[in-house]
């Protein structure tokens, strides 16, 4: 009776063990995902780009910033103690897929230059289709999408004296 009793408790416990074995060892479900997004984003997470401008008297661009497989853009630009008044200011993001020819990314943003003001937005690369294929409008002067560099060039109606800005560009 009692070699009956040790055999089905090892066999049970046996049993239990293979059980464990055999539910650890199933694949998870696959994720249905777009096998382009895993080439859109860098590698490391996201590109940080904090530059410095002092504008005064005249439209300006930023140096250029690396931007090679990225799809959204945050950006805010927080100016100093602003000199004199500046009206009609706009930021356009401009991409270049060349290294040398700077088109359009999306509208111009309107912006507020004065001291302590800050201006924050964000640029969204247009997303893919699921199925299919997408063929954005041929342009000369327009991008779609992020290319290898991204400048920001600003302007205004009228200028003040001086107008020192913080960009911080973070870019996934």
Request: glycine share 10%.
């Amino acid at each position: 009776m009692r070699t009956l009793r040790t055999s089905l408790l090892i066999s049970a416990g046996i049993a239990a063990l293979l059980t464990l074995l055999a539910a650890s060892s199933r694949w998870l479900p696959q994720v249905n995902a777009d096998p382009y997004s895993s080439h859109r984003f860098p590698a490391f997470g996201y590109i940080l780009d904090n530059p410095y401008l002092t504008i005064a008297g005249a439209g300006t661009a930023t140096n250029p910033t690396s931007t090679s497989g990225v799809s959204t853009a945050h950006v805010t630009w927080v100016f100093g103690t602003v000199s004199g008044t500046y009206t009609g200011c706009t930021v356009q993001a401009k991409t270049s897929f060349d290294g040398a020819t700077f088109l359009n990314l999306g509208g111009a943003a309107a912006i507020t230059v004065s001291s302590n003001a800050v201006n924050a937005w964000d640029i969204y690369q247009q997303a893919p289709v699921s199925t299919g294929v997408t063929t954005t409008t041929v342009s000369s002067t327009a991008a779609a999408g992020f290319g290898q560099l991204t400048e920001y060039a600003f302007a205004c109606s009228a200028y003040g004296t001086s107008a020192p800005v913080t960009i911080t560009g973070i870019y996934k």
